[in-house]
């Protein structure tokens, strides 16, 4: 019994102090979906995505993360995305294309049945120490029900250390 209860805790606490561990000196960083209700995404709704207060401030990589059905009618994606990571009473708005075929006219990302996802970059930008920006994204097409987009999120990479 005595055998199993040392395996046991080998077993278990050794994995978690590495993950401990890793997660401590993971680099800080933004990354997370809203998902669309099943009949599809209004023209009028508005996602949003609220970070945290900034402890310090640092520059970050931001890309646009999209994920469609097999079902989306159109090669592409026209998207409203607003931030406000300068100050927090302005918000830069950009219209970003998320071309979501190959040249073949197939839809192209990573993908598992009649699911895709897919990555465009969006321009740098920096958050500011006691900032809590927020991002806005619409979608920028003419049909008022959108249908076939899933799921739609942000990420944000520190690209070098903080100033904390």
């Known amino acids: 019994m005595a055998c199993l209860t040392h395996s046991l805790k080998k077993n278990i606490l050794l994995p978690a102090i590495i993950l401990l561990a890793a997660a401590c000196h993971a680099p800080e960083g933004y990354h997370a979906f809203r998902t669309l209700p099943d009949e599809g995404w209004k023209r009028g ?3 949003y995505f609220s ?6 401030t640092r520059p970050c990589r931001a890309t646009l ?3 469609h059905r097999g079902d989306y009618p159109y090669c592409s994606l026209w998207l409203l995305v607003s931030h406000n990571t300068a100050d927090s009473l302005t918000f830069r708005t950009d219209t970003v ?3 979501l075929v190959d040249k073949h ?4 990302g990573a993908g598992i049945n009649d699911l895709y996802q897919k990555s465009f970059p969006l321009p740098d930008i920096t958050l500011h120490e006691g900032s809590a920006p927020t991002f806005k994204i619409a979608p920028f097409m003419k049909d008022r029900l959108l249908e ?7 990420r944000l990479t520190p690209t070098q250390h903080s100033t904390e």
């Open 97 to 99: 294309e998320c071309m």
């Open 51 to 56: 970070l945290p207060r900034q402890t310090g």
């Open 65 to 67: 993360e999209i994920r």
């Open 148 to 154: 076939g987009i899933s799921d739609v999120g942000i």
């Open 45 to 47: 709704d508005t996602l």
């Open 105 to 108: 006219g197939h839809f192209d």
